[in-house]
């Protein structure tokens, strides 16, 4: 719904689209690895109750203001809620299960449950915007996220993890020394790294532009029907192929080709969109590409989560969630320049080149260490 909003709404260009995205991610870079150490020393649970509050307000805002600043800032607040949330919850089922081998099947399982349960929210909320406006219905939908994180505080317990008592500064620094020398130390992590920094540039850039695209090749359909069936689609192909990958997440080497393969379906998917020329074929490399996007995270999260510890695992994934930001940064002003210039064509052309370069790292460097 936001990016209908911002599109049609808004009517931002390519290039603030991207810029929105940007910001965003500045301000997830800054606060993420404070986020994760806190969620190491203080408290999982409540770093996710953090999170609803402020993306409930962001949320709110955003269906209540309209010119590009605003929007800017509303989703550099949406950005700053996801640094308390990325890695506590992975975190706090671990603790919780004590369990190494069922973690990768749980995590899988959540995964699943975020895309079918997508599926209701597309409906429910497009089915709002369509019946009210679409102001209405993200202003409910921030609402709705606030109520959330009260859920979590009265219905989950933290019962396996014990804050730092005392020195918790200190012992945040030697948790981040930790969680850092680790990373450095793994040519598999440094491997995931390097790639989520490509695919999540592009699939931030890509999000902001296909919206876009798809209305330029048909002007005269209505967003919100259209959108939000193609959501409802991805959502359902996502959660079929983690399905399939389920019985097979623990092995030492699925999360990895799980991996490969949605770079290589996300980088045909936007090709495809740069070469469609009408809306039939638009939709479906949007399908492609935007279905495949949100597995290589799926697979990424699993992946560096068989590689870390529980003492710093918040820490190492919120690390890792910052080269994601790092990626969309630098990617995202990479794409916004050229889209600027030469159009979405080429832009969405580099989106697919640069997850061709993410595989030829993966599969390099992604081997496990010796």
Not at 83 to 92: E, L, Q, R, S, Y
Not at 191 to 212: E, I, S
Not at 313 to 328: D, F, P, W
Request: glycine fraction near 10%; proline fraction near 4%.
């Amino acid at each position: 719904m936001t990016s209908v909003y911002l599109v049609v709404d808004a009517r931002l260009p390519a290039s603030q689209l991207v810029l929105i995205g940007v910001a965003q991610a500045v301000a997830a870079l800054v606060f993420e690895v404070p986020a994760g150490v806190v969620a190491d020393t203080l408290s999982r649970k409540w770093s996710l109750v953090v999170s609803h509050v402020l993306m409930g307000i962001a949320m709110l805002a955003t269906g209540l203001v309209g010119d590009f600043g605003s929007l800017m800032a509303t989703q550099m607040l949406w950005g700053l809620s996801w640094t308390f949330a990325g890695g506590a919850d992975v975190a706090w089922i671990s603790d919780e299960l004590d369990d190494p081998a069922r973690v990768p099947v749980v995590l899988i399982r959540a995964e699943q449950a975020q895309l079918t349960g997508t599926v209701a929210g597309l409906a429910g909320i497009g089915g709002l915007a369509w019946l009210t406006e679409r102001s209405t219905a993200m202003v409910l939908a921030g609402a709705a996220m606030l109520l959330l994180g009260l859920y979590v505080v009265v219905g989950f317990r933290e019962r396996r993890f014990t804050p730092v008592p005392v020195r918790r500064w200190s012992a945040a620094w030697s948790i981040l020394a930790r969680g850092s020398r680790l990373v450095r130390g793994s040519r598999t992590l440094l491997a995931v790294f390097a790639a989520t920094f490509l695919v999540n540039g592009v699939a931030d850039a890509f999000g902001r532009l296909y919206p876009l695209r798809l209305v330029t090749l048909a002007p005269n359909v209505d967003p919100v029907v259209w959108f939000t069936g193609l959501g409802v689609l991805m959502c359902l192909a996502g959660a079929a192929a983690l399905r399939i990958a389920q019985p097979r997440i623990g092995g030492p080497h699925t999360a990895r080709r799980g991996y490969i393969v949605a770079c290589a379906v996300a980088a045909a998917g936007a090709v495809g969109l740069a070469l469609a020329y009408e809306a039939t074929s638009g939709s479906l490399a949007v399908l492609l590409a935007a279905g495949a996007l949100p597995l290589t995270r799926s697979f990424g999260t699993i992946w560096v989560n068989n590689q870390t510890v529980g003492a710093v695992r918040a820490t190492v994934h919120s690390l890792l969630a910052q080269a994601e930001y790092a990626g969309k940064i630098a990617c995202g002003l990479a794409v916004a320049a050229i889209a600027d210039l030469a159009g979405v064509f080429l832009a969405l052309t580099v989106c697919g080149t640069l997850l061709v370069i993410a595989i030829i790292i993966v599969q390099r460097f992604g081997t496990p260490d010796p």
